[in-house]
Structures are given as structure tokens and as C-alpha cells.
């Protein structure tokens, strides 16, 4: 027998669709009146229960139940299959049908007589629309009702959702209907519908069923060959973060993320299974690239896109602290998902920039049913969690005397200028600098609404955001942002022609001081007064008065429009076609004041103005990614293949980058065309970039999985000897938990995979043009012709850096997936580095663009955890746990000696490592700190001992030993409380390092710094206020290397109480009959508490810097 | 699905085109660039005005080498300076980095004019002639500031780094015997005027620029006589005459005056007016001691006599506590502000008449031929500042005069007195007499470590 679907996906064209039609309403005239005649066959009481009965035994059975006689074709009933039947007191047409529902028969009754026949025409038609209908109530695992819960018939495309109150009516054709059920968080149920129907979703703790974006497409936890985590937005709308990124710390294995500073803003460094690449001064960003629905989002700073990227310093206005990170435009409530992939079988499919990772964000969708609006508001306080203790005035004096008093080689008295604190300023004048300065609260406020709506076909998503938050330096500094997003997404009732739309747009403003406070609030004399007697800002003998940031302002806004258009068409059963276009266009403008009253007026003398300077950057970003995709049944697997292409041009501009001074007056420094003094340069980045990619993946009886990846990339930013590039990955899983050994023997066992990938995958973090040989535009003029000047060192012959990454993993799930486990050991090693080669300057140039034949490793393990550990109807508990370590080394250097490398690196330790003098007590001749002599020049020198070039020895590492997360997550009735800690187990500098300057000079440092220096000898010979003479000079520099020394080093490991949320959802009784709505009210926490024996502002920023703040808020969520 | 298919036919085929780009804004490419006259000669006065704003060449020349003779000393706390004041500069100081690089960038550009012009055509050749000899003269310029620097050094004549930067030090007779190649070639392929727009502009180069700086070069060759043709080539040129006493105060150092045989061009814009040398050596006020960075060593001002004009009009003196402090005061305007209020307009001046005269004379005392010439030239000099005149008439005495005449007539001035006195083979006496932490091993800067570090052929100085 076959069946007609009246909405199968491989639709017939349309002239047999007409003929369908027709035949329908005949059908139907012709069923109303045979309905009659079944009518009276009614009232037929039959018990019977029989397996694998032939229909000759059934039809006796009845015969003798109801004395009906049957009449039949022999041969036609020896064809037939057999049948199960167990029905208790049915009715004669109803066991009749459940006996020839599955054969090719039909029967009629006449008389008390069954006429069994083959089944005609009209016969197959009409069991199309013996519909049967399910009415039916989803519960949850608490036995309420359950919204929005999909139930499908499966084989079929016919679908509905659960209402309000948990109900759903579906019709079917099929008699013994099977329902698929399934509710994100829960476990997919398939189960035989029946006309009225309670089911109970059970929760789904691994989430192992659930859908998981991958590059290009989509897996589940349990088929996907690859390695990658994920936070939903369920996790992220917990934490009161305002940049998403800063959401991601302690959740995800293998992925640091570091906070530099506490301001609004702040930069903020990811790093994902460590640092790849060798960079400038070791350091490199190795940036991971971030996806934003499919389309790749500026991972550079936005004020800095048209700079190059292998200087550390660059010329660009700074903005809130340094740079702006470009994440901090998205606001985090719009986003659904945030996915990591890490090995190569994840990222080979981003080729040539998966190589440090790859973020991919997934925003919020429409989803089909009931229009729901959500309003979230909160409100909170942030503020500096930790201090430090500082040395008062009396002490801070008494050093002083004291240093003038050593500086007994070359006699100066404290002199106004020099010692202004001595001699000028009030002798018991205290200001407390750090609380003064970075002591304010800081107020948040954020207001998220959202409605989203629609049916099965076409739904949307609409959301609007308004975020405000404050500075805790003195003063009404804060940061601004504003934005909305809608999403549209529709099918067409054939379910052949799908189409997504997102947009996206924020704007923000932050008018942040771009100088961190913090390092002038550490080193100002504690009785420095701030004001003069006259009220004016006070500079003597210090270049910066904090003040004076203050006065300066800073306005940096940026927009950031986000489009994506993705068009799917369903070409034949199983090929889809698909493409997707997205745009966006990012923009910073920024406009710097500084005043004169707010400059030092030494340095200005005979100004009559400050200074300002006028930035506009934009980056307009283009994409095309067509694509194919294939799924189809293949012996007893499924394979699907990808295959599509990707063009990618992104246009960065600079349109002007003004820096005027010498106006009228500072009322005019806002208008350019007031300054006498002018002076503007521009910029331009182009960057074009083309692949194909395709993936094959084969999946044999969910059991054994295959995947291959493969991408050729080209890309603007390599000569034209090397544009192209090619990787690839090839992955496996084995899913042993379904071998027949050990499926469903164990009932503590519920999943098991290994998988493992290797592959090559690329990073083209590098400087763009670097290969053009071209002169630049001069802005020096001579005899009246404006210059040329070559550009760079080109070099055609770059390629880019290559990271072959092998990963190996273990999945696993007890106790029906209420404990999982998942496990990874990985090894990346990066070759090709692509650097910025230093050359002896005789070249002209202090290096080019090239590749460096080092290889760097990066390996470890990471291990993630997550149990339910109670769960019953009213209270819950579950607990995840990661954690990862990660190795890294220069694993080769090939000739390292012959390069200037050979002055930064030693091969076998980490990229990044704290090379530092071993302190070696006070010396007995000068009294003074001294430090071990290894490589036995006689002085100490700073370069390395371990290549006899100097006293530096390896001390240890910057990057951790190792990392992790412990979150839990309690739920009781209405109540819910979430938390987590984050604990990191590494060595850091303490300020010591920070502190330039010794004991006795004209400069504060923490009390702990200058103690514990003083501690170790006599004051005569440490304390100094000067480098004149011998004696002080020794003094000074003996500090300097103290400083720079192993008694610098100290353990910065912390655990920190990183988010607490407690939240209470509303009784639904308080709120009235209507279901749906509901009011939680929560309160947040960030950064709550720091256990730590680091002595500084905070062992994750370390130094002098406004350390990660404590955030606590509390809103209010409306849903209706 | 047509995107498609014409993305896949394009990627697989790797064509070039479809991730090719444009140059940056502002940049052109080489082979564009010595394609017209217009835009090579844009690149020459890249060449020009760069050399004017590298540091080394508008300040670091005077006041580094100035601190390591005995002309000036340091009274402030920045430790390079320190350095040089005192002559302990070692491996790992930084300024020799700038000084090492700036001198090779300037010979990249160079190299660059030199190879462009050569290997693409579409320059007139008039253009293309002019253009090569400025670029060698410009190369044997630095060349000889780096050998008096560091002594042997690499010599670079290319771009390609593959060959440049692994090039070994080369003895410092071959540097000067190419500097003489590139200096001759210059002299004949030169003009006689100025090369520039203005006629009167004399930041660019005519034969008689090359013949004075190959009169010098031939000097510390010890060819004497060749210095001492090519010297009165340029004094018998009609271009240029020793500024007279009157006008001496402005006028030695003013912009395009007739004893400058070459300047350096203008910082920054064609419109600026003054030198950084007068922004480092001149305080922001003379009323308080602490507003002073350097001082002229009160032993060599006190070899004036106080009617001397030099001492009179080139130096500038305030007392605190009964101390006289005396500053160079050769360039008058620390700002162009102040410059464009006094309407003046000064150049830095990197070779002027008067060290032709003295060249003269001591070349014709040492190849003894012209004693009497020798010291009419040095009376020239002394002439024009009111000095007492030299009688000398034996070689010695003769010579003895000439090298105080070129201390006092150059002091502060470019790095006349360190390379002189290196060249005579004075430095170590008088030098070691004057400073405790002088050695030897100073009259060279150390090799920079950053150079030593990236090419495995370099070697150190002896002594550092």
C-alpha cells in the first residue's frame, strides 16, 4: 500500500495536484454516504487477544462472538500479513478495521455477512481521511502544564504546539498515529497517539538530543565529532555583564577570558586552548574569530581597524581603555547561544582563521506561537571590591628626610622643585587617592524588552534595549548603549522555501577618561594636594594632575548595524540549497578634548588653548556564502555533505583623524575650524577574501560517525606567491554506549562516546598590504613638493600560519544522563608563524611580514562535569564543574641563535614567561639588594641566563596551570539560586613590579611594596631620592632590579565568586487565571568576593589598574 | 546557485583577481612611482625632507656628539643623555638604536631612488640623472656620519632584505672608498645650481655640495690634496662668500644665506621656521636654572676672547648664584611661533663656507705646500669673527691654530669637534684628561645589541 501525504515534501508538480483535488471531493460525497451503512453495524460486543494470528483464526473467533459470517477470497487471504490484536468488548467495525489497517484489504458488510475484498481506488483515498484526532495535555516534570511544546506527527509534516495551558489538538490520518514530542531541555518523546492523551516530558539534564550549532549547520551533543562548548541564554541572562564576552569566563573549558581592567568596556583578552601565535614583544592578540549569525564580526578594535596589526603601539585615539572591544555593541540579552569550537574537526570548516578558535554567536529567533511580550529592568551598583593599603604621610615623609639624608655622595638638599612634598605642601595633608579617585559607585541600569510571535511558518522576534552604566571614577563618566534587533523567519506552506532575516543595530556612547586612574592614584605623594590655594590644579613636580583627565573629555560613540538575510530552498528530497547574505557597518566617532586648564601648564607655557582631536572609523563588511546541502539514506547510514563558497569583503576607513590645537579659546575646542593648527591624516584597510568549503559526514546507525572537512581559502592580506591556502580535518565518534554489549544493559550507563579529529587549520592574523611594494603619502613637504616614502620592507612570499590540532575525547553519561562527563586531550602545534620579523635596521626597516620557522605547542586537558543531584517536584539541585589545563611551548626554533629571538624566547619554555633575576639577599659590600650572577660577567645584565647572555633566568610562566569553573544551580518551588566560581591556580607579578620607583623617592607605593623592601636591609643604603651620585645611583638601580627580580614573583592564583543569582518566579494564582504570565524578580551578584594571597588590586588584572568591579543588581522580568 | 557556480569556477581556477585589492589610500605602488617624472620627484622629496626630520639628523648629530667632545655638558636627569655627557654608553643603551637605524633609513630611501629610477622608465633623463646623484650623495652622506658613529659598519647599496640583512661590518676604508665612488659620481652628474623650485633654496644639492662634502671626506681619507682641490673648487665658486661681521648674529645660520653650501629642509611644513637644535639647546625661560638643560663647558667658553663675535653672538649667557651658564646660541628660535614673530628664518646648516676654508688650510699645511695659503684661509675665517689672527708659520703651530679655530668656529654644530678630534687622534688624551668615566673603547658606539640580536654577522666594538 501507499500513502498519499498531503504535504510531503516531495510534493508532485502541479497538474497532478489539481487531479488530487478533484478526486478529494468526490471522495468525500461518496464517504458521507457509506458512513450510514457502517452506521448500523454497530453494537457488537468482541473480546480478543491474539499475536501473530493469520486473519482465517481471527475471522473464527469473531464468527463465534457474534455470529456474523465472513466471506473471502482464500488466496487473497493467504497473502495478508498477520495480525495483533487485543481488544476487550470492541465493536465489530472497530476490530475489523484494527485487523485490515495494514493490509491491502477492505470489507463490507451485508446482512450479518463480512465481505473481505482487495482494497479499490476510492478504498486507499478514503483512508486518507479516516482522520483521527488527538487531544492531548503536556505536562512537565512537575505536573504543570507545559507551553510551547512541538508535537509532530511523525512521517508526516503535520505539527502543532502545545497552548498556554499545556493543550494541544492534533489531527492525523494515520490510525495508530506516532507523536514526536519535543521541548528544548527535554527528552524527546515518540509515542502512539490516542484520541485524549496526558503526557509527562521528562527533563533532559545532558542535553545530549538537543541542537547544537556547528559551522555551517547543526549537530546534537551525541552525533557531533568535535570539540566545543557552549553557554545558552539561560546561563548568560544570569550575569549582569555588559559585555557578553566577560559572561564566558568559568563556564567553558579551554577558554580564558581576562578582564584588563574594571571600567566600563574594558578590554577584554579571549584566548581559547591557549596562545598559538608569537607576536610582537611575545605578544599577540590570537584573536579567535567571532560569527554572529553566520557572519564574521570585527574581532580588532573598532578605533583601530585601519592600523596595522603587528604594532603594539598604535597611533589610533584611544578610547574607554585603549581600544574598544566591538562585542560590547551586542547586547547580551539578545543573544540565544554562544558556541566555542575548539578542535580542528570544529574549526577546519572556518579554514584559514579557525586557527585560534571559533566563536559562534547565535541571536534570538521568533518562535511560533501564543505573541509574548518579555520586559526585563534592572537596576544595580557596582563598585572597586579591593584596595590596597598605601604608605601615609607620616611614613611616606619620614622616607623622604631620609633620602636626602643618604644622598650623601653628591649633597642636594631638598630644593622646591625637587621636593616640593618636603618643602611646599601641608605636612600632615592626606588624601586617601585611591577612594578619592576610584572610590565612587557605579550606577547600572538596563532595560530589555522583547515580543516574539507568529506560526509555524512565519514567527518574529522584536527586542529593544537600553543600557546605562556608570563609572566609579569621580564625576558623571559612564558608557550608553541603545539598540534594537528583529528577526523574521518564513516557510512557505509547501516547507520547500525558508527564509531568515536579522537585523541588528546598537549604538553606544562612552565618555570614559581614557587614562586608568588607578596607576595615579597609586603613585601620588599622600599629601599631594590636588588644588593650589587658588583653586587651580595644582602640578607641582608631577606631569598629571588626575584631575586633570578629569576635566578632559572624551566622547567616543559607536554604531554597529548587523544584517543577515538567509534563503533556503528545497531543491529535491534531501538537497537544499541555500544562501546567505549579510552586511554590516560598524562606526566609532570619536572627539577628545583636553583643555588647558586640564594640562600641565609647564608643558604649555604661552597656549592659549588645550588641544583636540576628531576620529572617524568605519568598517562596512560584505558576505555571500552560497551553499548545498545533501542528506540522504546510504546502506545503513545516513551521509550528509555540505559544499558551499564564501566571499567576504571588508572595507575599513579612516576618513580623517584630526589632531588640532592654537584655538581662540577653550569654548571653541569642539569645532575644528576654530584651531589655527591643524593637522589630519586618514587611513584604509580593504580586505577581500574567498573560500570554498565543504564537509562530508557519514553516520552509520548512530553509532559510528565520520566527518571530513576541507577549505581552500584566499585571502587580501598575502602576496601574490601565496593567496591560496588549503585545510581540512578529518573527525570520528564512536558511540559504544550503543553496541549491543552495552545498550540498555546497564542501567547506570546511559552514554558513551570517544571521539577524536586532527587536521590543519590557519589564522591570517597579520598585517594587511604587508606584501605591497608602495610609497606612502608624506605629510612632510620639502621645496614645496609634498614626499613619498617607501612604506614597508615587501615581502610576496608570506603564507599563513598553520595549526595542526589533534583532539581526542571521551563523552559519557550515568544514571539516564543525569551525570555526564566529558573529557578532552588535545595538542595544537602552530607553525609558519606569521610575525613581524625583526631585522638588524641596516635593512632600512626594523622588519617585515614573514613567516618564522618556530613551532609553538599548545596541549592539555580539559574535563567538564555537570549532575543532577536531586530532582523531584519541588526541589532541584544540579552542579557543573570544568576544568582545563593547558601547556604551552616553543616546541622548535630552528636556528633560533642567528635570530633576534634568540634575545626573546628559549626553546621548550611557554611563549610567555617571566624571565627574572634571582634575588640573592643584601649584598655585605654595598648593602644593597644582589642578585645571582649565572652567566659570571660580574654585573647583572638582563639577558637570558639559560643562553649565557646575561643573569635572567626562567622563573616561571604567565599563563596558568590551570583553570575552571563550579557552578550550581538550586531550584525550590518558585526559587532559584545560581552560582559559581571561577578559580584560576597561576603565578603573577605582585606591584612590586609596578612600583618604579624605591623607597624615599618622590613617588607613594603600597605600604606592602615598600615595607617588605625596607625589611630587608638598612635604610641608609635602600632608601634613595635620586640616581645623582654613586651611592644613589647604586641605590636606584639595585631597586630597579629587585624589582625586576624573582621576589616580584608571587602566586596570583584565586578562586572568586564570579555570579550568584537568586530569582523568584511569581505564583502563576497571585497573577489570575490567565497562564502564561509571570513576573520573576532576581538579584544578581558579579564578582561577589575574591579568595586570593596575591597583595595586590586583583590577581586577574594584576599592576596598577582599576581591578574587575563588584557588581550587584536586582530586576524585575515580565513575561505576558 | 549562479553565484555559486561562478564563486567555485573562480576560487578553483585561483584566480588571482577575486581577492586582489587596491593599494591603501595614500600609497602607491613602486613601479607606478618612477613611472613619472611628477611622482619620482615626490619620492626625492621624501627622500630630502625625511633626512631633515630623522632625530639623529636634526638633533642627535649636535647634541649626542657635542656631550661626547668637550663642548657641552648635560644638566638634567635623562639617562641616554647622561650617557653621552659622560661617554659610558654600553651595549644595551638605547639611542645608538635610533642613531644606527635613522642613518640606514635614510640609505634605504636611497637605495630605493637609485634601484627605482634604474629599473623602470618613464623619468625624463635629466630627471633620472639628477635624481641618482642626489640619492649617492645622500648615501655617502650617512655613510660617513655611521663610520665616525660606529666604525665598520655594513654597507648597503640594495632593498632585498634577503641579501641586506645579514651583511657582516665592512672595514670602514671600503665605506669611505664607495662614499668617494657615490660623492665623485654625484659631482659630475650634478648641476651647478640648485636642483630645486627656488632658485635661492639650498636644501637640495649642486655640484659644489658634493665637491664640500668630498673635500671632507678626502680629509679624514688623508688624501689632503684632494680635499684641498675640491674645497677650492667650492670657495672659488661665485655661489657662496662668508657671511660678513655685521650681519653675522642672524645670519650664519639663517635660511638660504650665502655662506650655507647645505641645509636640511624646514621641519614639518614648508611654512616652519626654526631649528629643533634652538628647541633643545635654548630654555623655555632664563629665569630659573631648572628650565636648563645643557651648558656650554665653561673651560672651552673661556678659550674666547670676549670680543670674539661667536662669543658675542652665538652664545648666550645667564648668571644664578655668581654662576655664569652659558647655552649654544647659534639658532636663535626654539618655536616657530617665535620665529614667525621676529620674522626670521632659520635652517639647520649642515655645511657652510667656512669649514672649506679651514679644510684648505689644513690641507695645505699637511701636504706642506702652501703654508702661507694655509694661514690666509684661517685668517679668513678669524677675520670674519673679530678673533685675534693666527701668525703661526710653521706646520705645527699652523695646524695647532687651525683645530682651535675649527672648535671655536663649529661648536655645537653638527659633530665637528668628536669627529675631529677622533680624527686627529686627540680624543683619548684630551678627553681622558677632562672625564673620570671616559675610556677608550668610547670614541665608538657599540654596535646597537636589537641589530646584533637579528643579524648573527654582526660583531661588537671591542670593549663593549
Avoid at chain 1, 826 to 845: D, V
Amino acid at each position: 500500500m501507499y500513502k498519499f501525504y498531503p504535504n510531503n515534501l516531495g510534493r508532485p508538480f502541479r497538474p497532478i495536484r489539481q487531479i488530487l483535488l478533484i478526486m478529494r471531493i468526490t471522495t468525500f460525497l461518496l464517504l458521507a454516504a457509506m458512513m450510514q451503512v457502517s452506521a448500523s453495524t454497530l453494537a457488537q460486543q468482541i473480546t480478543i487477544n491474539r499475536k501473530n494470528a493469520n486473519l482465517t483464526e481471527v475471522f473464527k473467533t469473531i464468527r463465534l462472538q457474534t455470529g456474523y459470517d465472513f466471506v473471502y477470497d482464500q488466496d487473497l487471504i493467504a497473502k495478508a500479513s498477520l495480525v495483533n490484536i487485543n481488544v476487550n468488548k470492541a465493536e465489530l467495525n472497530d476490530v475489523l478495521k484494527n485487523c485490515l489497517s495494514n493490509q491491502s484489504l477492505t470489507y463490507t458488510i451485508q446482512n450479518k455477512t463480512v465481505i473481505i475484498q482487495e482494497k479499490g481506488f476510492l478504498d486507499k483515498v478514503k483512508g486518507l481521511f479516516a482522520n483521527i484526532t488527538v487531544n492531548g495535555t503536556v505536562l512537565d516534570e512537575n505536573g504543570e502544564p507545559l507551553p510551547g511544546v512541538s508535537i509532530k506527527v511523525k512521517g508526516t509534516t503535520r505539527y502543532t504546539m502545545s497552548s498556554n495551558g499545556g493543550r494541544f489538538y492534533i489531527a492525523t490520518t494515520d490510525e495508530n498515529p506516532v507523536l514526536v514530542i519535543s521541548y528544548l531541555g527535554y527528552k524527546t518523546i515518540e509515542i502512539t497517539g490516542i484520541a485524549t492523551m496526558t503526557i509527562k516530558m521528562v527533563p533532559d539534564p545532558a542535553k545530549l538530543d538537543e541542537v547544537q550549532v556547528i559551522g555551517y549547520g547543526t549537530t546534537t551533543r551525541r552525533l557531533n565529532t568535535g570539540s566545543q562548548a557552549g553557554i545558552s541564554a539561560k546561563e548568560l541572562e544570569k550575569q549582569p555583564v555588559t559585555n557578553v564576552l566577560q559572561a564566558l569566563a568559568a563556564r567553558l573549558p579551554g577558554v580564558t577570558i581576562t578582564q584588563t581592567n574594571g571600567l566600563p568596556g574594558a578590554g577584554i583578552n579571549v584566548q581559547i586552548r591557549g596562545a598559538n601565535g608569537i607576536g610582537v614583544s611575545g605578544i599577540k592578540p590570537n584573536r579567535p574569530l567571532y560569527i554572529i549569525d553566520g557572519v564574521p564580526f570585527l574581532s580588532e578594535s573598532i578605533n583601530t581597524a585601519t592600523f596595522s596589526l603587528n604594532t603594539t603601539s598604535n597611533t589610533g585615539l584611544p578610547s574607554a581603555e585603549g581600544s574598544t572591544s566591538p562585542m560590547n555593541s551586542i547586547n547580551p540579552s539578545d543573544i540565544e547561544n554562544i558556541e566555542v569550537l575548539k578542535d580542528a574537526d570544529a574549526t577546519a570548516i572556518y579554514g584559514s582563521r579557525g586557527g585560534n578558535g571559533v566563536i559562534l554567536i547565535t541571536t534570538k529567533r521568533g518562535k511560533a506561537g501564543k505573541t509574548k511580550f518579555t520586559l526585563n529592568a534592572t537596576t544595580g551598583v557596582s563598585e572597586v571590591s579591593h584596595f590596597v593599603d598605601m604608605v601615609g604621610t607620616e611614613q611616606y615623609l619620614a622616607l623622604r628626610r631620609k633620602a636626602f639624608a643618604n644622598n650623601t655622595t653628591n649633597p642636594a638638599a631638598p630644593s622646591v622643585t625637587t621636593a616640593p612634598d618636603l618643602l611646599v605642601w601641608d605636612q600632615n595633608g592626606f588624601t586617601d587617592f585611591q577612594r578619592y579617585f576610584l572610590g565612587s559607585t557605579a550606577k547600572t541600569n538596563d532595560i530589555n524588552s522583547s515580543v516574539s510571535g507568529g506560526d509555524n511558518l512565519t514567527n518574529f522576534y522584536l527586542s529593544g534595549t537600553y543600557h546605562k552604566e556608570g563609572n566609579v571614577f569621580p564625576g558623571n563618566q559612564g558608557y550608553q548603549r541603545g539598540g534594537g534587533k528583529f528577526n523574521l523567519n518564513h516557510t512557505s506552506i509547501d516547507q520547500r522555501f525558508n527564509l531568515a532575516l536579522t537585523a541588528m543595530y546598537s549604538t553606544d556612547k562612552n565618555n570614559i577618561a581614557t587614562t586608568d586612574l588607578a596607576s595615579w592614584a597609586y603613585l601620588l605623594p599622600p599629601n599631594f594636594p590636588l588644588y593650589k590655594a587658588d583653586g587651580t590644579l595644582n602640578w607641582d613636580g608631577f606631569t598629571s594632575n588626575p584631575l586633570g583627565y578629569l576635566n578632559q573629555s572624551n566622547d567616543n560613540r559607536t554604531s554597529n548595524l548587523l544584517t543577515n538575510l538567509a534563503l533556503k530552498y528545497n531543491l529535491l528530497k534531501g538537497l537544499d540549497i541555500k544562501t546567505s547574505l549579510g552586511y554590516s557597518k560598524t562606526d566609532m566617532t570619536q572627539i577628545a578634548t583636553r583643555p588647558l586648564s586640564s594640562l600641565n601648564p609647564s608643558l604649555t607655557s604661552g597656549a592659549t588653548s588645550g588641544t583636540a582631536s576628531y576620529v572617524y572609523n568605519f568598517t562596512n563588511n560584505y558576505i555571500v556564502e552560497p551553499q548545498i546541502t545533501y542528506t540522504n539514506k546510504i546502506w545503513k547510514g545516513t551521509l550528509s555533505a555540505l559544499a558551499g563558497g564564501s566571499y567576504q569583503y571588508k572595507k575599513s576607513r579612516m576618513p580623517y583623524s584630526t589632531a588640532a590645537s592654537v584655538f581662540t579659546s577653550d569654548d571653541f575646542l569642539n569645532t575644528v575650524t576654530a584651531a589655527s593648527t591643524v593637522s589630519t591624516t586618514s587611513g584604509s584597510v580593504d580586505y577581500k577574501y574567498a573560500s570554498l568549503f565543504s564537509r562530508v559526514n557519514y553516520n552509520l546507525m548512530d553509532k559510528y560517525i565520520l566527518n571530513v572537512n576541507f577549505r581552500r581559502d584566499g585571502s587580501s592580506r598575502f602576496g601574490p606567491n601565496n593567496k591560496y591556502g588549503n585545510f581540512g580535518s578529518a573527525g570520528a565518534a564512536w558511540i559504544f554506549s550503543e553496541e549491543k554489549a552495552l545498550k540498555d544493559k546497564f542501567s547506570w550507563f546511559s552514554f558513551g562516546k570517544l571521539r577524536g579529529s586532527y587536521g590543519i587549520v590557519g589564522s591570517d592574523e597579520t598585517d594587511n598590504y604587508a606584501y605591497l611594494d608602495t610609497y606612502t603619502n608624506s605629510t612632510y613637504v620639502y621645496s614645496g613638493s609634498t614626499g613619498l616614502n617607501p612604506s614597508r620592507l615587501p615581502n610576496p612570499d608570506y603564507k599563513w600560519e598553520e595549526t595542526k590540532k589533534l583532539d581526542i575525547g571521551l563523552d559519557l553519561a550515568f544514571f539516564k544522563d543525569r551525570l555526564s562527563l566529558s573529557g578532552s586531550y588535545y595538542r595544537n602545534r602552530t607553525s609558519n608563524q606569521l610575525i613581524t620579523l625583526n631585522t638588524s635596521t641596516q635593512t632600512g626597516f626594523s622588519g617585515y611580514v614573514a613567516n618564522l620557522p618556530a613551532t609553538v605547542q599548545n596541549s592539555g586537558w580539559e574535563l567538564s562535569l555537570s549532575s543532577t543531584n536531586i530532582k523531584n517536584k519541588d526541589f532541584s539541585w544540579t552542579s557543573s564543574f570544568n576544568i582545563s589545563q593547558n601547556h604551552n611551548k616553543l616546541l622548535s626554533f630552528p636556528e633560533i641563535e642567528k635570530s633576534s629571538y634568540f634575545a626573546t624566547y628559549v626553546v621548550g619554555n611557554p611563549i610567555s614567561s617571566y624571565y627574572l633575576y634571582q634575588y640573592a639577599g643584601i649584598s655585605p659590600t654595598t648593602n644593597l639588594p644582589s642578585f645571582t650572577d649565572f652567566n659570571g660577567s660580574g654585573t647583572i645584565s638582563s639577558g637570558f641566563a639559560a643562553t649565557g647572555r646575561g643573569d635572567r633566568y626562567y622563573a616561571g610562566t604567565a599563563y596558568p596551570k590551570f583553570f575552571g569553573g563550579l557552578t550550581n544551580a538550586v531550584t525550590y518551588k518558585n526559587l532559584s539560586l545560581d552560582f559559581t566560581f571561577q578559580f584560576v591556580k597561576q603565578k603573577g607579578r605582585s606591584l612590586l613590579s609596578s612600583s618604579n620607583y624605591p623607597p624615599g623617592w618622590f613617588s607613594n607605593a603600597a605600604a606592602s611594596v615598600v615595607n617588605d623592601y625596607l625589611a630587608l636591609g638598612s635604610q641608609d643604603y635602600l632608601v634613595t631620592a635620586g640616581t645623582r651620585g654613586a651611592a644613589g645611583s647604586a641605590s636606584y638601580s639595585a631597586y630597579l632590579n629587585y624589582t625586576g627580580s624573582d621576589a616580584s614573583l608571587t602566586d596570583a592564583s584565586f578562586i572568586r565568586m564570579k555570579n550568584v543569582s537568586l530569582s523568584y518566579t511569581l505564583p502563576a494564582k497571585w497573577l489570575g487565571k490567565t497562564s502564561g504570565q509571570s513576573i520573576r524578580v532576581y538579584a544578581q551578584g558579579q564578582n561577589l568576593f575574591t579568595i586570593t594571597k596575591y597583595e595586590g588590586f586583583d590577581p586577574e588584572s594584576q599592576g596598577i589598574a582599576t581591578p574587575p568591579l563588584r557588581t550587584i543588581t536586582g530586576g524585575l522580568q515580565f513575561t505576558f | 546557485m549562479a553565484s555559486f557556480l561562478v564563486l567555485t569556477l573562480i576560487i578553483s581556477s585561483g584566480c588571482e583577481k577575486i581577492v586582489a585589492i587596491d593599494p591603501p589610500l595614500g600609497q602607491v605602488t613602486t613601479s607606478l612611482v618612477f613611472a613619472s617624472d611628477k611622482l619620482a620627484t615626490a619620492a626625492r622629496s621624501g627622500m630630502f625632507s625625511s633626512l631633515a626630520q630623522t632625530t639623529t639628523q636634526n638633533q642627535s648629530v649636535t647634541n649626542f656628539s657635542s656631550l661626547q667632545a668637550d663642548d657641552l655638558l648635560y644638566l638634567a636627569t635623562t639617562a641616554a643623555l647622561q650617557e653621552f655627557n659622560n661617554n659610558t654608553y654600553n651595549a644595551i643603551s638605547t639611542s645608538q638604536a635610533s642613531i644606527f637605524g635613522d642613518w640606514y633609513a635614510n640609505i634605504y630611501r636611497a637605495n630605493a631612488i637609485i634601484e627605482g629610477l634604474q629599473n623602470t622608465g618613464g623619468t625624463s633623463e635629466a630627471i633620472r640623472k639628477q635624481y641618482i646623484a642626489e640619492a649617492k650623495f645622500i648615501r655617502a652622506y650617512c655613510y660617513f656620519h655611521l663610520v665616525n658613529t660606529f666604525g665598520d659598519v655594513p654597507l648597503v647599496l640594495m632593498t632585498d632584505p634577503a641579501v641586506t640583512a645579514f651583511l657582516p661590518r665592512a672595514a670602514t676604508a671600503a665605506v669611505y672608498t664607495q662614499m668617494i665612488a657615490d660623492l665623485t659620481d654625484a659631482k659630475a652628474n650634478l648641476g651647478v645650481a640648485y636642483g630645486n623650485t627656488a632658485a635661492t633654496d639650498r636644501t637640495g644639492l649642486n655640484k659644489s655640495v658634493a665637491a664640500a662634502l668630498l673635500a671632507r671626506v678626502y680629509m679624514f681619507t688623508g688624501n689632503y690634496a684632494a680635499a684641498e682641490s675640491n674645497a677650492s673648487e667650492v670657495i672659488s665658486s661665485s655661489l657662496y662668500s662668508l657671511i660678513p661681521r655685521a650681519a653675522m648674529a642672524a645670519g650664519v645660520f639663517a635660511k638660504d644665506n650665502a655662506e650655507c653650501i647645505w641645509e636640511m629642509s624646514p621641519p614639518t611644513v614648508a611654512t616652519n621656521q626654526y631649528t629643533f637644535e634652538a628647541g633643545i639647546f635654548i630654555p623655555t625661560a632664563y629665569t630659573a636654572l631648572i628650565n636648563f638643560n645643557y651648558r656650554l663647558d665653561p673651560r672651552f667658553t673661556a678659550l674666547f676672547a670676549s670680543t670674539d663675535l661667536r662669543r658675542i653672538n652665538w652664545m648666550n649667557s645667564t648668571t644664578f648664584s655668581g654662576v655664569v651658564y652659558t647655552i649654544p646660541f647659534k639658532y636663535k628660535y626654539r618655536t616657530n611661533a617665535l620665529a614667525v614673530t621676529a620674522g626670521a628664518s632659520e635652517s639647520q646648516i649642515v655645511i657652510r663656507l667656512a669649514e672649506m676654508y679651514l679644510i684648505r688650510a689644513e690641507a695645505r699645511v699637511r701636504t706642506g705646500n702652501n703654508l702661507s695659503g694655509a694661514l690666509s684661509d684661517l685668517n679668513a675665517v678669524q677675520t670674519r669673527a673679530a678673533a685675534a689672527l693666527s701668525t703661526a708659520t710653521d706646520a705645527p703651530a699652523l695646524l695647532s691654530d687651525i683645530a682651535l679655530e675649527n672648535r671655536k668656529e663649529f661648536f655645537c654644530e653638527q659633530a665637528y669637534r668628536w669627529y675631529n678630534l677622533k680624527r686627529t687622534g686627540e680624543a683619548d688624551a684630551v678627553l681622558g684628561a677632562l672625564k673620570s668615566s671616559y675610556t677608550p673603547k668610547s670614541k665608538l658606539l657599540p654596535i646597537p645589541q636589537t641589530a646584533i640580536d637579528a643579524n648573527y654577522n654582526l660583531t661588537q666594538n671591542p670593549g663593549y
